[in-house]
């Protein structure tokens, strides 16, 4: 049974790509929340991404390999994710898509220079066949995929988590599987997406999985 995530050009990428994130991440992050905090006002996501414009903030390798047998136990065909960053995340959920036959992957990121630069990773990694990246806001971008979607990862700010999903919503396929990444971490601003997948008699069945910053698993039962 193949599995990119063991073999090269994937593994050797993923390797270097883990390797700045832990350099250059603490150097950028911590200035630029500083930053913020002493912004009076809400800072908009453009400047936000645009301050995290070198920060990589992947998903962890667990949460990276769950995301691969996910997709690949489940011979998803159609996935979309919406925050790209340097495209880890993305090699991991592409690799699973490779291994288990085929399909497509739409993912999307706001800042220019990251979604260069996550091109010639997925380039270097063999995935360009299956990946689309869509440069801009994911509330634009995403606005016209395809139905019939099977996998869906949030994985950008986290006050868009809901109206993206609910872009998505009718694309989605009975069954399909919708991962939040970082519910843990700003949990003020997540309530509200929480809550909709949680509440009673909703189409979802979602549960917590304590997991890297914390995952919420749904299941789209419509
Ligand atoms: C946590 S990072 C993504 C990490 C990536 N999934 C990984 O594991 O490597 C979040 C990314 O979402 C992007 N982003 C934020 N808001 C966005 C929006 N409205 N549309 C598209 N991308 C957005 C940011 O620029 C940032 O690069």
């Not at 390999?65 to 090699?91: A, D, K, N, P």
């Amino acid at each position: 049974m193949p599995n990119s995530l063991q073999s090269e050009p994937v593994a050797a990428v993923l390797d270097r790509l883990y390797a700045q994130a832990e350099k250059i991440d603490p150097e950028v992050l911590e200035p630029a929340m500083a930053e913020a905090r002493r912004r009076k006002g809400p800072l908009d996501d453009r400047e936000l991404a645009g301050m995290l414009r070198r920060a990589f903030m992947p998903v962890s390798r667990d949460v990276g390999h769950l995301l691969y047998m996910m997709v690949r136990t489940s011979r998803c065909r159609r996935v979309i994710e919406f925050g790209t960053s340097f495209g880890i995340s993305t090699i991991f959920l592409a690799a699973a898509l490779k291994d288990s036959g085929g399909g497509t992957l739409v993912t999307t990121e706001l800042e220019p220079d990251k979604v260069r630069r996550a091109r010639e990773h997925f380039a270097e990694a063999g995935l360009s066949d299956i990946v689309e990246v869509r440069e801009g806001d994911a509330r634009e971008t995403l606005r016209d995929v395809e139905p019939d979607v099977d996998f869906v990862l949030l994985d950008g700010w986290k006050g868009l988590y809901l109206p993206v999903l609910q872009l998505l919503e009718p694309k989605l396929r009975t069954g399909s599987l919708i991962i939040a990444d970082d519910i843990d971490l700003m949990p003020e601003v997540l309530t509200p997406y929480l809550q909709y997948v949680h509440r009673e008699r909703s189409p979802y069945f979602a549960v917590k999985v304590p997991m890297g910053d914390g995952l919420d698993v749904a299941m789209w039962t419509r």
